[in-house]
Nanobody
Framework: VQLQAFGGGTVQAGDSLRLSCVAS????????LSWFRQAPGKEREFVAA???????TYYADSLKNRFIISRENANQGYLQMNSLKPEDTAVYFC???????????????WGQGTLVTVSS
């Protein structure tokens, strides 16, 4: 499974931004997708996950009221980020794993990150 994340940029506090994850590979339909982020000087943290069917979602508690994960089809996932704050500044990564528990903890496949910068 190959993953590419797009859509990062610089926005102001309070703005919204949508990230895209393009997934490819013969087995991509059997993989759940997730988003992680890593802020400067901090460890990578889980953001949200969506099941292979797109019907189940799971969020980090601190983000579930502002971020929405979705999956258009087997190959396309999104992370809608609303009411962005400076502390959301980070490199955002999309990831994939066939196991629902692992996709939010230790996914097997990772894409390159996309930088989101939120200015105050």
């Amino acid at each position: 499974v190959q993953l590419q994340a797009f859509g990062g940029g610089t926005v102001q506090a309070g703005d919204s931004l949508r990230l895209s994850c393009v997934a490819s590979g013969r087995t991509v339909r059997s993989h759940n997708l997730s988003w992680f982020r890593q802020a400067p000087g901090k460890e990578r943290e889980f953001v949200a996950a969506v099941s292979m069917s797109g019907t189940a979602t799971y969020y980090a508690d601190s983000l579930k009221n502002r971020f929405i994960i979705s999956r258009e089809n087997a190959n396309q996932g999104y992370l809608q980020m609303n009411s962005l704050k400076p502390e959301d500044t980070a490199v955002y990564f999309c990831a994939a794993d066939p196991d629902w528990d692992y996709v939010s903890t230790r996914p097997t496949y990772w894409g390159q990150g996309t930088l989101v910068t939120v200015s105050s």
